[in-house]
């Protein structure tokens, strides 16, 4: 189950790479995800637990963040609250 989230920006692309790093924060802290940037694309991905192989990423370009996160078929009853919440952070993190 796929959940795909964009939102325009106006900050400098340094500045809200920093804030997108804080959209995953939640999974990759409690879950302890895999993640990395690679140039302008945080990748994280969960290998193992209740979230296993949660994956996606966020790219940041000089006026949108992408975030794309794959849930496994047994995690896909939490879709719209992930997909809310994302909202809400991008909300929240990005003006």
């Given amino acids: 189950m796929r959940i795909e989230v964009r939102r325009e920006h106006t900050l400098p692309k340094d500045e809200a790479k920093r804030r997108a790093e804080a959209i995953t924060a939640p999974i990759r802290d409690s879950f302890h995800a895999n993640a990395q ?3 302008d694309r945080y990748v994280f991905h969960v290998p193992e637990g209740l979230a296993k ?3 996606g990423y966020v790219n940041v370009d000089a ?3 992408h975030v794309l996160i794959d849930l ?3 995690l896909s009853v939490l879709r719209d609250s992930v997909e809310t919440e994302i909202r ?3 909300a ?3 003006p």
Wanted: charged content about 40%; overall charge positive.
């Fill in 37 to 39: 940037w690679y140039g």
């Fill in 53 to 55: 192989d949660v994956g």
């Fill in 63 to 65: 006026r949108e963040v």
């Fill in 72 to 74: 496994p078929r047994m």
């Fill in 88 to 90: 809400k952070k991008l």
């Fill in 92 to 94: 929240e993190l990005l």
